[in-house]
């Protein structure tokens, strides 16, 4: 057993070794790995300098990135705190502003009243030549409450219709503060006419459509969260207000306007909205006025619950939030507010996207930086190890097998050129001193092979020889099988002839079969002549019939009319009246005799319709006797077709029986023949035999010159195996492996 | 059901006719003709003539049971679907279709009508007042009803079918 697995992986070397030379192979290999190390570096642009800036760039956007978030965390704590305050600051001016304005306004009209006289020397100034062109305005608007005036210097003069007295009054310098700076105020001036928000003009558009010029003095509001407006004739106002609020709503864009009205004039209005009372006392409480008015409205059981929001009517109401002396100038106040959220609530979502990105950024680089870090550190360290193996002699690992595109990579690629170099010698040495040696050991076994295959040879031979004998008398039994065959056809076309003679016989009976059958063809042709003429009786009937029915109804139609006449003559009778009653019974009776000469001919219409339709389904019965007369005919016409269909198939059955006996003795020949081949075959097995065994003779004589060269290659393996043993101190990738050179050492020592 | 105590409701019109009628005699001649499954009856006196169906010219702009206008002997009169002002389906004219010639406050005028069956003649104790559950519409079209045997003819209104065929006779003449 051991034996034949050696031989088998000889075989499998040979086979290897001839494919191509190991050495040469060798070489070749390593003169390519060169050239293409040298195309390569001229390829290698990429070197680790450039990774490095490439890595400190990233690294450097990270952190500016960073840092910009953290600086908008910081910019966030400090915009909605400045926030906050500047809208604490600007509700709080402009409740400063009320009050003085107030104050201010009091003082005023109370000269005024006093002094009628100062009015009149007003109007006849040409110093207020403004004055008068806003008073006649307003006078011929009586839908406007009043007019702003900005100057260049920011003081606003306002101009307020006074209704209930007719007059305008024009306020100069309502406070002494400068209101340049102020958002609103910019808005406003930077306007076409900044001196005048005229009636149906949108200061942001510039569409016209407004209802009022509250509008005007509401804009500028939208700039500022938070602040209040006074303004007179609060019960136009109040009238209106519900259009105005919705579109101060629509044309502002704000949604939580609110419009908190205190009218003198005789009605409060007032929107409760728990937001807003907490606002005004944070804020603006320090006014005396807004105080008194939210406990007023916050105590008060008088409020009116519409649509949830409440009103208090009433004039007392105003008594109650107002000394009466304010009562007389002061009639409304306007509060609109902006919604805090709508000021800071973008501020805030821009904050939080800058940390969802800046936390993405650190996530991204820090990434990054470990993965270049890895890519430069691990090839050296994977040099480190695989250097360290070479030096304790295993020549077949790579100093580094990643072709990096790097320094580390060009150092990793001359070692591996070294390693190879050494690699290579080493190989080529002991490759050469084992392939010698298999050579011989080859040689050697294919001794042996030859003695053993030359005496298998010989039992083959012999076993040929057996089974030609066998063959030979396989054929003699074909040869007796077709003499049998032979005497069964010449038995089989006796009895083809005796089938031939009955055919005729058949043929006989089949010619009365058809003369019968044109006898019954000719009696049915008979029978439809027949039915022929009854139908054309009938045709006569139904026609006469149909003459009849027309008869009748002219006698239908005559005994209609009649019925008609002598309704129209029972009309003419019941005209008449009492000298008509004779000739009413007469009508009557003819009305009764048409009815009766009309349901007489009826009856005669039913029953010629009734013999009609006899005469009708007997024709249908005759029809049908007709088509059956017709079938049968047809049907003989077919038989006596079949028939002589019958009579040529019987003439070519006929036929081929007598084919059928011929081609029997041919086959009665072939059988003749093969029994002859049999024979032939017979003799050739025979002269087979006897060279078999002068083959046997030769074969035994060649086994005993192989013996004699056999002794002369013991000699020669001997001293290749000193050399062998010292060269199998290095480790070396050779194509046959280490164990197998074990292996061929027992082989040896087997064989010695 | 209300009580009638309008002066003009039909209930009040005939119950005086048939006080009237009681006092001249005691049988009325009804010509019994029908549309659709039902008989009506109009009183002989009202009643022209009888006449076939014949040629009608129809007139632009006017209501759907206004059929239009035939020539009568050289009289041009209006004529009234029957079917059509009871707000029936309308059919193909048949053999038995009659036209009843009425002669309407001194105007004839033609109704179609689906056949006219006879004359009959009807005791005045027969004839009953509106039946008690017809609504309005239908109280304004039935006189009343006259029981014969057993049969039953609505008596047909016949101020109530040609009111509006006043101003189209007057229009045509």
């Known amino acids: 057993m051991a034996e034949q697995i050696i031989e088998n992986k000889i075989e499998k070397e040979l086979v290897k070794s001839e494919s191509k030379d190991p050495i040469i192979a060798q070489v070749e290999a390593l003169s390519e790995k060169e050239n293409q190390r040298k195309e390569k570096k001229f390829k290698q642009k990429t070197t680790l300098k450039r990774r ?138 930077k306007t076409k006419n900044p001196l005048f928000f005229p009636n149906k003009v949108d200061i942001d558009t510039g569409k016209t459509g407004m209802p009022t010029n509250l509008y005007a003095w ?81 105590g008060s059981e008088s409020r009116i619950n519409y649509k949830n929001q409440y009103y208090v009517a009433g004039y007392t109401a105003i008594e109650k939030i107002l000394n009466p002396q304010e009562t007389l100038f002061w009639d409304g106040l306007v509060v609109v507010q902006a919604d805090y959220k709508e000021v800071i609530k973008p501020l805030e979502d821009l904050l939080y996207i800058l940390v969802i990105l800046g936390s993405i950024l650190i996530l991204l680089i ?75 050991q080859r040689l050697f076994s294919g001794l042996g092979n030859v003695q053993k295959s030359s005496s298998e040879q010989v039992a083959v031979l012999e076993e040929a020889a057996a089974s030609v004998e066998e063959f030979t008398a396989s054929v003699q039994k074909i040869h007796d099988a077709s003499q049998k065959q032979l005497n069964g056809a010449e038995t089989n076309r006796k009895k083809m002839h005796e089938l031939n003679e009955s055919f005729e016989e058949t043929g006989k009976k089949r010619e009365v079969i058809l003369e019968n059958s044109r006898q019954a063809v000719d009696s049915s042709k008979q029978g439809l002549g027949l039915i022929d003429d009854f139908s054309q009786d009938m045709k006569g009937i139904s026609e006469s019939s149909k003459r009849i029915i027309g008869i009748i109804n002219v006698i239908d139609d005559i005994a209609d009319q009649t019925n008609l006449l002598a309704l129209n003559a029972s009309i003419e009778a019941a005209r008449a009246g009492e000298h008509g009653k004779g000739f009413s019974v007469v009508a009557h009776e003819v009305s009764e005799l048409a009815k009766r000469s009309a349901n007489s001919a009826q009856e005669i219409a039913k029953l010629i319709h009734e013999t009609v339709k006899k005469v009708k389904a007997s024709n249908d019965r005759v029809e049908s006797a007709r088509s ?85 290659l013991q000699t020669f393996m001997d001293k290749i195996q000193t050399l062998l043993v010292a060269a199998n101190q290095f480790k070396v990738k050779v194509k046959s492996s280490e164990t197998k050179t074990e292996e061929r050492l027992k082989i040896e020592e087997m064989l010695l | 059901m209300p009580s009638n105590d309008n002066m003009f409701s039909p209930d009040r019109i005939y119950q005086k006719k048939k006080e009237k009628a009681v006092a001249s005699s005691e049988i009325v001649q009804i010509i019994v003709f029908s549309v659709g499954n039902e008989d009506y009856g109009l009183e002989i006196e009202k009643v022209q003539e009888i006449i076939r169906m014949r040629t009608i010219k129809h007139l632009p702009h006017t209501p ?75 109280r304004a079209l039935v006189r009343g009803v006259a029981n014969l045997d057993d049969l039953v003819i609505i008596l047909v209104e016949l101020d109530y079918l040609l009111y509006s065929i006043d101003e189209l006779a007057a229009g045509i003449e």
């Open chain 1, 628 to 712: 059956v007369f017709g079938r049968i005919s047809t049907l003989m016409e077919k038989l006596e077709e079949q028939i002589n269909q019958v009579t040529d198939m019987a003439k070519d059955q006929e036929k081929m029986v007598f084919e059928t006996a011929e081609r029997a003795s041919i086959v009665a020949g072939l059988a003749r023949e093969i029994a002859e081949q049999a024979r032939l075959q017979n003799q050739a097995a025979e002269e087979i035999n006897s060279g078999m065994g002068k083959a046997n003779e030769i074969t035994a004589a060649n086994v005993s010159e192989l013996e004699s060269v056999d002794e002369i």
């Open chain 1, 366 to 440: 820090s990434t990054i930086s470990y993965s270049v870090a890895k890519k430069v550190l691990n090839p050296l360290i994977d040099i480190e190890k695989n250097l360290s193996e070479i030096g304790e002699g295993n020549l077949t690992v790579k100093v580094l097998k990643i072709q990096d595109v790097t320094e580390i990579g060009f150092l990793a690629n001359g070692l591996n050129l070294m390693v190879e170099k050494v690699h290579g010698l080493i190989s080529l040495m002991v490759q050469s001193s084992r392939a010698v040696m298999e050579w011989s």
């Open chain 2, 64 to 138: 759907d049971f206004i059929l239009g206008v035939m020539n009568l002997r050289g009289n041009i009169i209006p004529v009234v679907g029957l079917r059509e002002k009871f707000g029936m389906e309308k059919i193909e004219y048949t053999e038995f279709t009659r036209l009843i010639v009425v002669n309407h406050k001194n105007k004839l005028v033609a109704m179609v009508v689906d056949e006219v069956n006879k004359v009959v003649n009807v005791p005045i104790g027969n004839i009953e007042g509106n039946p008690d559950m017809v609504s309005d519409s239908t």
């Open chain 1, 218 to 298: 509401v804009t500028p509001l939208k700039y500022n969260a938070g602040c209040l407006v006074l303004f007179e004739n609060t019960i136009y106002l109040s009238q209106d207000i519900f259009r105005k609020r919705e579109y101060l709503k629509k044309t502002t864009h704000l949604d939580s306007i609110q419009v908190h009205l205190t009218g003198a004039s005789g009605v409060l209005y007032w929107t409760t909205s728990v937001d807003w009372l907490r606002f005004l006392r944070q804020q603006v409480s320090s006014i005396p006025v807004i105080s008194k008015a939210i406990s007023y409205l916050e």
């Open chain 1, 52 to 189: 490095a800036t490439i890595f400190l760039v990233l690294f450097l956007t990270g952190g500016i990135a960073t840092a910009v978030v953290t600086l908008y965390f910081l910019g966030r704590q400090y915009i909605s705190g400045t926030t906050a305050e500047k809208l604490q600051d600007s509700s709080h001016s402009y409740a400063l502003f009320v009050q003085q304005a107030l104050s201010r306004r009091a003082e005023l009209l109370r000269e005024y009243s006093s002094n009628k006289n100062l009015i009149e020397s007003f109007n006849k100034d040409e110093k207020y030549k403004v004055r008068r062109i806003f008073n006649n305005y307003l006078q011929s608007h009586p839908d406007i409450e009043g007019v702003w005036l900005l100057n260049r210097k920011g003081n606003v003069s306002v101009f307020n219709t006074h209704r209930s007295t007719g007059s305008v009054i024009q306020w100069d310098e309502l406070t002494n503060k400068n209101y340049s700076k102020e958002p609103w105020f910019e808005k406003c001036y």
